[in-house]
């Protein structure tokens, strides 16, 4: 498989060049940029302009871009009106939320991207009917945008009611939108077990965040590190058995402590297809 970093590793720190350059040059063929307005600020017509240019003369492939969770710069921790949700059952709040999604695709008129990986719903969210009828208006629209500007939106196994496998199965089926996932196997492991949920997934996969926990919470340790238990060796079977379907992409928290995250990726990296 293509190896894949997301830049969650460093996303408390603004995305620049120079580390697109490090991830370049340690052999890792794409990346996935995640919109958090600390990190990559979407509506930033300077930076999104800077990584048009460094893109076009490189190797490395904006393979996805992850959709923006809040609006403020401290993970939403300014109030819960800066929390994005396409599943808001209030209208004009939700014409807002799909508007700030769409200004994140039009980065793709600058920086092309083949996937927008979106969130259905927000941690913990109850299942409604009312929630999959918002959800449905809200991708309606966003996939007609995002697909005028080449991008096609895969939704993510999340901890909530509305977003596991089973139940992005049901959006599915109730909507006939056909939407395809990401399957998150760190979500996975918390939701039900990994190989149950991928099981699920599996026919309409096409990335992947790679990430480990304890089962309980959402810890997006290295795999095999300390306090993971997932069997990577069990997922890396289930993993290869849809070849060519996703690239190796891992989606890691940021250890302010380690000195070089990219350089312990391509250790996981080396680790995980030696299994």
């Not at 490090?22 to 990190?39: L, N, P, Y």
């Not at 930076?47 to 393979?63: C, M």
């Not at 509305?162 to 399957?183: D, I």
Request: aromatic share 8%; glycine share 6%.
């Amino acid at each position: 498989m293509d190896r894949a970093l997301s830049s969650h590793v460093i996303v408390n720190h603004r995305l620049t060049t120079s580390w697109l350059g490090r991830v370049e040059r340690a052999g890792i063929s794409s990346v996935e940029i995640f919109c958090a307005k600390q990190h990559l600020d979407w509506r930033n017509s300077s930076q999104i302009a800077e990584l048009g240019h460094w893109f076009r003369d490189s190797e490395l492939k904006l393979h996805s871009l992850h959709s923006p969770m809040y609006t403020d710069e401290y993970w939403g921790r300014s109030g819960p009106d800066t929390h994005i949700n396409i599943t808001e059952r209030v209208k004009a709040q939700r014409i807002k939320w799909v508007d700030e999604i769409k200004r994140a695709i039009e980065v793709a008129e600058v920086v092309p991207f083949r996937y927008l990986i979106q969130h259905l719903g927000v941690n913990d969210q109850e299942f409604s009917e009312r929630s999959v009828d918002a959800a449905f208006s809200s991708l309606d629209e966003l996939g007609v945008f995002a697909r005028q500007r080449g991008v096609e939106i895969l939704l993510e196994n999340i901890r909530n009611e509305m977003a596991s496998a089973e139940r992005l199965q049901l959006f599915n089926e109730m909507t006939h939108l056909k939407m395809y996932y990401v399957f998150d196997a760190g979500h996975a492991n918390i939701m039900g077990g990994v190989e149950n949920q991928f099981t699920i997934m599996a026919p309409r996969i096409r990335s992947l965040h790679l990430h480990d926990n304890g089962g309980v919470d959402d810890q997006h340790l290295y795999p095999q590190a300390p306090g993971g238990n997932i069997d990577w060796k069990r997922t890396m079977e289930i993993l290869r058995s849809r070849p060519g379907q996703y690239p190796l992409l891992l989606e890691l928290k940021e250890v302010p402590e380690m000195e070089h995250p990219i350089d312990e990726a391509v250790k996981v990296f080396n680790n995980l297809e030696a299994l």
